[in-house]
C-alpha cells in the first residue's frame, strides 16, 4: 500500500519527465496526450490533476476523469488519494451517467429509475420465442452484442437498417428478423419498464438534451473533464461527452491510436486522432518513452505498427534485455507443455508467479494451459473470472479484520492481520496442493501481503480503512500466481514475462477477421499483448490442432517483428 501524501505543487512534478511534466502543467483549454505503451500515461494524467488541485486551479469536487474499466477507475481512484487530490470523481462513463440518471430521473420523469436488465440474452430469446425464432445460445449471445453495438454507435433502428445489410449477421439470420427482434426487444423493455446498459448513457443524453435545467446542473457541478483511453470511446459516449461540455473547453484526453481493441463494440480512434482539427488551439503532446519494456521487446512492437495510422515511435528507457523469440510445436498439447515447463524454469530461477503471464486470443486456449501448469506445480489465477473482492473467503476475512480492528490496539500490524487470517483459514506455509484449497490460501495470503508491503507505522483500523477502501474501489491486490489473460482483458496490464501463445493463422489473427479494417485490429491485439512484457517475452505457435484440424500456417504477424524463430519440431 502506498502512503498517502502531501506534497507541494513542485513536488507533485518532480518524479515526471518533461512531457510527463508538460501534461501535468497544462492545466486549462483543450489538451490531446497521445501516450504510447508503457509511457507513464496514468501516472502523468493523476499528478496533473494533483497539481491542479495543489495550485488551486482546480476543486476537486469539480474534476470529472472518465475511464473504460472499473479496475481501471479504481485504479485511478487510488492513485488520486494518494496523492493528496482529495474527493475526485474518477468513473466509468457507464456510473458517471447511471450517477446522473439516478439523480435527475425522479425529478423530470417521475418515481423511481428503470431497472437494468442483468443480461439480454434471456429477453431477447423471449421476443424470438414469439416470433417463432429458435435461436441457440451463440446466436442470442451475437444478438445482443449487436443490440450493443447499435446502441453504442448512436444509431436509431432505422439508421441501422441502412447500415445491417453491410454487416454479418448474427446466426446469418435476416436482416428483417433482425430488426424484429430488435424491435420487439425494445417494446418489451417498455412494457416492463426496464432498461439495458446502453439505454443508460442513451437516456441520460434525452435528459442533458431535453431539459436545461439538467445539463445547467451538470456543467456547473462539473468544470474539467480527464478521458483516459480516449480511443475506446464510442460515439454514444463521445455524445454524451460533448453534453457534459457544454461550452467548457477544459478537457484532456489521453490515448493511443494502436491499442483501439475493441472497434467490434462500436470504439473507433477517429475522435482521438481528429482531437486537434476539432479543437484547433489544442495542445498535443506526445508520450514515446517507455519505461515498462526493455529494447528489444519495444523493438518488436514499434516493427508491428511502423507506418500504421496513429501510431507512435517508442523509445525504450531500458536498453538491454534478452531477444524475443519465437517458437513453434507440433501441437497445442505440446505447445502448453513447453510453455510450463518453461514457466516453471523461471520460478525456479527467482521470478516471483505473479510476475508471469500467458496471453491468449480466445479464452478455450486457458484449459489446456491451466492444466499443464497444475502438472508443474504451478498455481493460476484467470484474470477475468471472479473478483477477488467477491470471493466468499475474502468477504469473510475482511469482515473479521474490520471488527478485530476496533478492539486490538498496540500490536505490531504483521502480528494482528496474520492473527485474524489464522482465524478463518490462513497459514504460513502454502498448502501442498492445487484446486479450491489452493486458491483459498492464495487469496487470504494476498492479503497478508498487503499488510506486509503497508508503510511502516501504518495501524491496524488505518490497514482496514485502506482495504475498505480498495474493496469499494474495486482494486483488486496481486495474487501470487500465474497469470492466464484474454489479450483483450490483459489491456492496461503487465508483468515481467509474458507468454503469447497461438501465433498462428486462424487463431492470430481469428479465423473471422476477414477484412482489411478486421485484420488491423487483430495486427493492433498483438500489438497490445507484446507491450505488456516489461523484461521477457515468448511467442509460440502450434502446426497442429487437436483432433482431425488441419496443418495450420504461422501467423503473418510474426515476419514483422525481427524475431529469431525456433521450431520445436513436429511430432
Known sequence: MSEIISATPEELLAGLDDDQRTVAEELRGPICVLAGAGTGKTRAITHRIAYGIATGTYSPDRVLALTFTNRAAGEMRTRLRHLGAGPVQAQTFHAAALRQLGHFWPMFVGGETPKIFESKSRPLAE??????????????????????????????????????????????????????????????????????????????????????????????RYRFFVVDEYQDVSPLQHHLLDLWLGDHRDLCVVGDASQTIYSFTGATSDYLLSFGSTFPDAHVVKLETNYRSTAPIVSAANALMRGRPGALTLTAATPEGPAPQVTAYPNDGAEARAVATKIAAEIASGTLPENIAVLYRINVQAVALEQALSDVGVSTTIYGAKRFYDLPEVKQAIMALRGASVSVSGEPLF?????????????????????????????????????????????????????????????EPTMHAVTLASVHSAKGLEWDSVHVIGLSEGLFPISYAQNLEAIAEERRLLYVAITRARKQLSLSWAQQGTGRATNRERSRFVAELGMHNQDAGRK
Do not use: C
Not at 441457440?136 to 445489410?165: F, M
Not at 490460501?441 to 501504518?458: H, I, K, Q, R, S
Open 127 to 220: 421476443v424470438a420465442t414469439q416470433m417463432g425464432l429458435k435461436l441457440d445460445t451463440a446466436t442470442l449471445r451475437d444478438l445482443a452484442s449487436e443490440v450493443e453495438w447499435r446502441k453504442t454507435s448512436n444509431l436509431s433502428l432505422s439508421s441501422y437498417e441502412k447500415r445491417a445489410y453491410a454487416r454479418a449477421m448474427p446466426g446469418n439470420l435476416a436482416v428483417a428478423d433482425v430488426l424484429a427482434v430488435m424491435n420487439g426487444y425494445e417494446d418489451l423493455k417498455d412494457a416492463r419498464g426496464q432498461i439495458d446498459m446502453e439505454d443508460v448513457l442513451l437516456l441520460t443524453a434525452g435528459l442533458l438534451e431535453s431539459e436545461a435545467a439538467a445539463a445547467m446542473e451538470v456543467r456547473e
Open 415 to 475: 502480528k494482528s492481520v496474520s492473527d485474524v487470517l489464522r482465524s478463518v483459514g490462513w497459514s504460513q506455509e502454502a498448502p501442498q496442493t492445487t484446486g479450491a484449497a489452493r486458491s483459498k490460501w492464495e487469496a487470504l495470503n494476498a492479503l497478508m501481503v498487503m499488510a506486509d508491503e503497508a508503510p511502516e507505522g501504518t495501524s491496524f483500523r488505518a490497514f482496514t480503512d485502506e482495504l475498505l477502501a480498495r474493496q469499494a474501489a474495486r482494486h
